[in-house]
């Protein structure tokens, strides 16, 4: 498939994306026409596909396929109710993925989706890695008070790091610091603190 065939469908599946009250949706009828299929009856099958796969990875399928109906005029100008959905770009997703990969469009659509799931991975895993680091900065903040503090009662290192430990252990369930790092594949040279799941409250 040529570039600016690609191109251009890049920029049709981009505008056919819709938002109601900051949520962004696609409409199935839509995506249907974008996917090349001619037929609803044969693109529910895909989507029936897609539902099955989107309950067995543990999602509510309701949440991402949402039933609606929507108003289409007949050959003889008649108003007539047809069923659609909003999808979400997961239902997308999966409903590329179901979908006839000797299609070039279904194809395309199998690569879109799967840079676009890729992308929000990756923003979910920076800001996971901000938040852990205004963690461990408040963390550190934290210890050096409790720190100064403790020298100031005349608490000396070998002391402060014997409280420490005793502090993990009750954190840990008994478990040293080094154990709870052996258990993480921790490197020696790294905080244990720098590994463990933010608690917010």
């Not at 299929?37 to 543990?58: D, H, P």
């Not at 999966?94 to 929000?120: H, S």
């Not at 903040?141 to 720190?147: G, I, M, N, T, W």
Request: proline residues 3%; contains cysteine; aromatic residues 10%.
């Amino acid at each position: 498939m040529k570039i600016q065939k690609l191109e251009q469908l890049r920029e049709t599946f981009e505008t056919y994306v819709n938002d109601a009250e900051g949520i962004e949706y696609w409409l199935a009828r839509e995506l249907q026409e974008l996917l090349g299929y001619t037929q609803w009856r044969n693109f529910e099958i895909v989507i029936g596909k897609a539902k099955i796969a989107c309950e067995t990875s543990g999602e509510e399928v309701i949440n991402h396929f949402f039933p609606i109906e929507k108003e289409v005029r007949t050959g003889i100008g008649q108003p007539k109710m047809v069923p659609d959905y909003m999808l979400t770009r997961y239902a997308c997703y999966l409903i590329a993925q179901n979908g006839d990969p000797r299609k070039d469009v279904i194809a395309f659509a199998q690569a879109y989706f799967a840079v676009q799931t890729r992308r929000a991975e990756i923003i979910q895993e920076q800001m996971e890695l901000f938040a852990r680091m205004e963690a461990r900065e408040l963390l550190r903040d934290s210890e050096k008070a409790l720190s100064e503090e403790i020298y100031h009662r005349g608490v000396d290192s070998k002391g402060f790091a014997y409280i420490r430990s005793k502090g993990d252990q009750a954190l840990f369930g008994n478990r040293s610091t080094q154990e709870m790092k052996d258990k993480l594949g921790v490197p020696k040279s790294r905080p244990l603190a720098d590994f463990l799941p933010r608690i917010d409250g």
